[in-house]
């Protein structure tokens, strides 16, 4: 028997035949992520059903030099859950792991593993009259651990922060397989170092996630979604702070959008009703939620006028009904499918400060001008977190073996932008491979030592998600 | 010269003479915290004036095995930035770093030197129309990189959360003398390990922090305060709940006070009046704050109305003036003052998950009965954060000698009740040097080795806030 039969073998021993997957055909819904991407086959997948039985294959690969990738709902767009074309990775999948623990809604709090749903999550929280407040396009298959380990972000960011302001307590597998348990259900504790923040966002190569505390509120009772034309996206940012400051803290959701993404939107659901008379330059999909008697409506209203008044606002759609409502959200959603249709594009996720926002899409338009002038800039995404989408379709005539080539040249003039506003070339997808290289290029020699340090402390044999974030450590084929 | 004499010399190059304190007289008041408590003497009192000063006088302390401590405001009650009394630490104190770097208010940011006073903060971004929204007894006094370093609380965290929900970005000088810069203004970035959340809370262990960004919401255009009586904790936090869901977002702060808070305010502050006609057992002190055009008034009556109907209010009253919300919350502050008047006492900062908290109340107060009948509890706190102070005056009659080991039989008596909810033995407050035994006794074998592990990666040679936290490294007595 090789070492990787041996492994095999263990693994079917602790979790069943059912809970290992050898068969190349089987595995294939675990090595191709949501866009598509594939890298290597795995020495197996395993799906252990418990923290326990985590723990348990942990344990064993951590023992036996084996190299392990934990897997959520494979929704990442950085390539950190796929398995590696070098080492042969055993493939995690926390799927079995499914279970609401418990729901406490006089503390707003609910507790689940680490493989709910996103999806699920949010229905067991409507259904004690509370609201899980993470909201993604990816949320009907994205996974609540996967959604930690990454510090998921995502339309309500604004009001509710990322993943890691919504998570009260962990559980994680370490890299050795020991468990630790910090699954405490309290909203302030401030004991030393946070280890709970170290787990947040590094992409599964500290600990896998079985099991969160997760901070929820009240449910929403009343919402207002508009549609807001704006003449410019400079336009768009002063219409924020002034929703801001005329909104409290009701607002949910502010979303910039260029004509351009209507239009993708509309090609990829021709059903969608085109809401304006006139084709606006830039557009803003906001939503203001609130619980008890708040006169949202009222509010919302004179938002608009203000608007108009400060010439922030050209023209609006105001949804009358959930339903109308729904169709605004869908042309926010449908736009990313539009994009898909055209075939491959660049996508990236870059953040400046939000009063740079303007600049900086105008910079880069006009870089990506330069090198490529039929290429189209669709640059949409979150005005209140700073976070844009700055995207590129590639004239439609480039040859598909030209592209790699362009999105690099194009990728680089991007960050080079958003470098020059003191911004972050990732600002919610994460680092994972995609991101490594422009990543690592703008640390400096002291960051990169802590970096590896930090992951030397809870993983010194570099066995679990070596290669994301961080170059994987040198070592002998296996 | 001895090794401590080249060091002063050293200093005294970097910083001028202006810049060096070693006269005992002088150190006074660098060595004696807020609450009386002090240590040892320092090998001297360093007050560098720019980042690259604090750089410089950190190196020479690395290059030279010199240990150190940084202090800001003195209000820490966990004996944290006290000189140590074995090993002369040199005090770097922040106070003459106090700039407003700059302030943003379409990006709803500003950054700061580690030393600007909390207050000075508050009034910076008030100015610009815009709210910083910590807030604490000690914010004419302490520094914002205290407060970073502690990641302190207060009484708005249920809506603005802890320090670390507000800061954007750090500057930290490493414990070799390296600057760390990472004073992006960015309300997204999701780049690998978030460096930022381990300085926050690390209490002074892995670096100073001499600079920050912080997140500023719009300044709030009106409050509504008021202090209502209730029949009992249970109520108190169901009250919470109906609060929180007809109050959408727009409530700051939500405060429980029993009686003997009020009696110890009316002590401290004669002339402050009894806002009731009659003794009550407890009372919520709440403020709700909005900008914009919302009916603030209007929500809490009907707030005060419901929680009638449901039989957790008693009574209320609503302040009709700034002034006499001013009156309401002399009486919160007045009441920490009150308990200093009757002398030593036992103070807690716990923290249970919000469904248990009138549980624990119940339970510490018996265990404290028990143990010493006729002490007396005195249980508030922030009820939306689950943070109770569960403090113990002592009989009157009880000699000096003999109260620290009551409090530890008491402390010991109450945390064990708070181990029985999962709960916390420092919620806000952090560990320094009087939280440390409690704190290491809930450790696991692994989480000890993390802990060290992590420090070490930053300061392998333990000199910078040594013995906080975790204990010090095993040194030869210089």
Sequence with gaps: MTHHDDAVAAFTQLLGANGVITAAADQERYVRDWAGARLGMPLAVVRPRTTEEVAAVVGYCHRNGICMVAQGGHTGLVKGALPDSRTPEVVISLERMTRIRGLDPLNFSMAVDGGCILEEVKRAAEEADCF???SLGAQGSCQIGGNIATNAGGVNVLRYGMMRELVLGLEVVLPDGEIWSGMKALHKDNRGYDLKQLFLG????????????????PRPEQSQTALLAVPSVEAAVRLYALTRRRCSDLLSAFELMPRLCLELAFEAAPQLADPFDEAYPYHVLLELTATGPVDLSGLLEGLLEAGMEHE?????????????????????????????????????????????????????????????????????????????????????????????????????????????????????HGIGRSKQAAFLDRLTVTERRLLAGIKAVFDPDDLMGAGRIQPASERSSS
């Excluded at 590094?202 to 509120?217: M, P």
């Excluded at 900086?360 to 189209?376: F, G, H, K, R």
Aim: charged fraction near 15%; proline fraction near 5%.
């Design 312 to 428: 922030v606002v050209l023209d609006g759609v105001l949804a009358s009904s959930v339903a109308q409502a729904g169709q605004l959200w869908a042309i926010r959603e449908s736009m990313v499918e539009g994009q898909l249709l055209r075939g491959e594009h660049l996508r990236t996720d870059v953040s400046v400060p939000i009063s740079s926002i303007a600049e900086c899409v105008e910079q880069a338009t006009a870089e990506v001008a330069a090198l490529s002038p039929t290429s189209q800039v669709i640059a949409y995404g979150h005005i209140g977190d700073g976070n844009l989408h700055i995207n590129v379709l590639p004239p439609a005539e480039t040859p598909a073996e030209a592209l790699p080539a362009l999105f690099e040249r194009l990728e680089r003039a991007i960050f080079t932008v958003v470098d020059g506003f003191d911004g972050s070339i990732s600002a919610e």
């Design 132 to 134: 899980f407040p993470l």
């Design 202 to 217: 590094s992409e599964g190569t500290l600990g896998i996630v079985t099991g969160a505390v997760l901070k929820l509120t």
